[in-house]
């Protein structure tokens, strides 16, 4: 079993900054995807960035110069710097790790956290 903790979320004003933090703990682990989602009041949950082992990554299109993604698999930790913050960023940001156990693959999900951008 994989645990997520997520930390860093908060209210910041439109074009403020934010960094994300996710940590991973449990038993020996191999990951080799590592994402941050988010989903708004009232929408689906949409991938923001992603991590994909050994060197991918990929951004959607409305974060795209502004958020930076980084990971260290090794470690389990994951961030993500958010710049120029708009009110739309708002959500509930959730860090997703995929990989291999000693027993089987597995998916875990942090408990998610709130980034609230207003004025």
């Known amino acids: 079993q994989v645990q997520l903790v997520e930390s860093g979320g908060g209210l910041v004003q439109p074009g403020g900054s934010l960094r994300l933090s996710c940590a991973a703990s449990g038993s020996a682990f191999i990951i080799n995807y590592m994402a941050w989602y988010r989903q708004a009041p009232g929408k689906q949950r949409e991938l923001v960035a992603a991590i994909i082992y050994p060197d991918s990554t990929n951004y959607t299109d409305s974060v795209k110069g502004r958020f930076t993604i980084s990971g260290d698999n090794a470690k389990g930790t994951l961030h993500l710097q958010m710049n120029s913050l708009k009110p739309e960023d708002t959500a509930v940001y959730y860090c997703?790790?995929?990989?291999?156990?000693?027993?089987?693959?597995?998916?875990?999900w942090g408990q998610g956290t709130q980034v609230t951008v207003s004025s």
């Open positions: 997703n790790y995929e990989g291999l156990t000693l027993r089987a693959p597995f998916t875990s």
